[in-house]
């Protein structure tokens, strides 16, 4: 794996570096707080085992939402937190960040309609709407948005949230603290984590080649996720550490069920909530269940149970039954909750919590547990606070206002942006251009460049994938494989069969052997 622009090679990174901060995982916190922490000044080094968002962070329902089922759970400053972020984010990713209409059904027998009105006027009112439109009373019976639905239901309420594309939002996190200075690894695993003389001596692992290097830090972030208490277990030298609570939420997605352009928040008879969001233009997404989850993180998958309860569920409010059989395609994660001992996983806190070990003269480190993606650059804001508590303040809070890379256009611009990708490279078809600008914004320019014809694009992988776009996720966002590019820098897998995936990954294979020749 060659060294690149997007970050240093870890097999050819020197030994006894020092930092400020290392932060270890590359999932949305880790990669928020890298960024957070390098924008105020201080030296920063992060390491992700696997590929970036390859854990929880790849596999949530894609929203950035306030969270309006933790109203019942009298969550409120959780809630109000998020539904101030949602703007926010908005403003700083309008390319991987929209708004989108969410439809209630009223279902007689399970919450009454009053009490999912007072809800909603809770959630219109909490804090931070100012461009997002209010909640409105449906009437399913002639509104477009009932046609999806069973007869039996005739009210509804239409709020509004967002959707994210999740793991570009982690990899534009990383994006940026790099072109800022962060030394991000990926592919590199911690195996020893030791404090020595007031700082920590940290050994690094490419997982990929074998061989190690050592760094050092004053301030340890341990952002995990699922690994949160094995990182404290086995590297930290901690004993039978539990903090954690490993929830499993699965989804499914199936051939998209309805024509326009709103999502539906369902309620279920064990007071549990799930969606179906349009997804990719061609499908919609269902899910998520919460379930408890006691084996090895990397080895979640939905089970039988999980697809038959989704089906159903979705099958019990549209006309158009759902079965297995019109599954495409299913992901599931766990999410690193911190265990408030709550006895069912639904109901279980999604704040995070950040707990310290250690001050600054001896070398700092900081667990993150739970948390949730609309609040992650909160919670960065919160750990970068400790990080100045112990080693000094170096620069001012930053983040609120800064837009990721591609970001920088107005929330209202997308579609406008969109038609001028068409204007200036008319071979583009509508369909791609859309999915250019949804991945990359402004920057979709950087490896399109001169190209008058998709034959300047160079080799045609599939659907709308060219070379000069794997390309450039190879040399700018870490990607070394098939499954990088396909499933999380897009989610192109969804259209590629196994031909078209051989192709691509022997395309990378080739050109990462060429690199190496060429060194």
């Not at 959630?123 to 409105?136: A, I, K, Q, S, V």
């Amino acid at each position: 794996m060659a060294a690149t622009e997007a970050g240093t090679d870890p097999a050819a990174a020197p030994h006894d570096m020092d930092f400020d901060v290392f932060v270890i995982g590359g999932g949305v916190n880790g990669c928020g707080v890298a960024r957070d922490a390098v924008g105020r000044g201080y030296s920063v080094a992060l390491a992700e085992m696997n590929d970036l968002a390859s854990g929880t962070s790849s596999w949530s329902t894609k929203l950035i939402h306030g969270g309006l089922r933790y109203l019942e759970h009298y969550e409120f400053r959780l809630v109000r937190e998020a539904l101030i972020e949602r703007e926010v984010l908005w403003g700083n990713a309008p390319h991987i960040i929209w708004p989108l209409r969410f439809v209630l059904p009223h279902h007689k027998g399970l919450r009454p309609a009053w009490l999912l009105r007072l809800g909603l006027f809770l959630y219109d009112n909490l804090g931070g709407r100012r461009h997002l439109p209010p909640t409105r009373v449906v009437d399913l019976t002639t509104d477009e948005v009932g046609r999806p639905l069973k007869s039996e239901f005739t009210k509804g309420f239409e709020y509004s949230d967002c959707a994210v594309d999740d793991a570009r939002l982690v990899v534009l996190n990383a994006r940026d603290a790099a072109d800022r200075g962060v030394d991000v690894r990926t592919r590199t695993e911690v195996t020893s984590l030791k404090r020595d003389g007031g700082r920590w001596s940290i050994v690094l692992r490419d997982t990929i080649t074998g061989g190690q290097s050592t760094v050092t830090a004053r301030v340890v972030v341990n952002a995990a996720g699922p690994w949160v208490d094995t990182v404290l277990n086995r590297a930290a030298g901690k004993n039978d550490t539990h903090n954690v609570r490993l929830v499993q939420g699965s989804h499914i997605v199936v051939p998209k069920l309805y024509e326009h352009d709103r999502c539906y928040i369902f309620q279920n008879a064990d007071d549990r909530i799930f969606f179906a969001i349009p997804y990719q233009r061609d499908y919609t997404l269902i899910g998520t269940t919460d379930r408890d989850w006691k084996d090895d993180p990397a080895k979640v998958t939905i089970s039988d149970e999980e697809i038959a309860y989704l089906c159903k569920g979705a099958s019990d409010y549209f006309e158009q039954d759902i079965s297995p059989d019109d599954i495409v395609w299913t992901f599931s994660g766990v999410r690193p909750l911190y265990d408030d001992g709550a006895s069912e996983a639904q109901v279980a806190t999604r704040d995070y919590v950040l707990r310290t070990d250690g001050k600054g003269k001896d070398g700092l480190l900081i667990n993150i547990f739970g948390g949730k993606i609309t609040t992650y650059r909160k919670l960065a804001e919160a750990v970068v606070e400790k990080i100045e508590d112990a080693i000094g303040k170096r620069g001012e809070a930053w983040t609120r206002g800064a837009t990721l890379p591609g970001g920088d256009f107005p929330i209202g611009g997308f579609s406008n942006l969109v038609g001028d990708l068409i204007r200036d490279y008319p071979f583009l078809t509508e369909p791609h251009a859309h999915r250019l600008i949804r991945q990359y914004g402004t920057r979709a320019r950087r490896f399109l460049g001169d190209a008058t014809s998709p034959a300047d694009l160079g080799k045609h992988f599939g659907d709308t994938l060219y070379a000069a776009e794997v390309a450039y996720l190879i040399e700018n966002e870490w990607a070394i494989n098939a499954e990088d590019v396909l499933w999380r820098r897009s989610k192109l897998g969804l259209k590629f069969d196994d031909a078209g995936t051989r192709a691509l990954e022997d395309w990378i294979s080739a050109r990462s052997r060429r690199a190496e020749a060429a060194e």
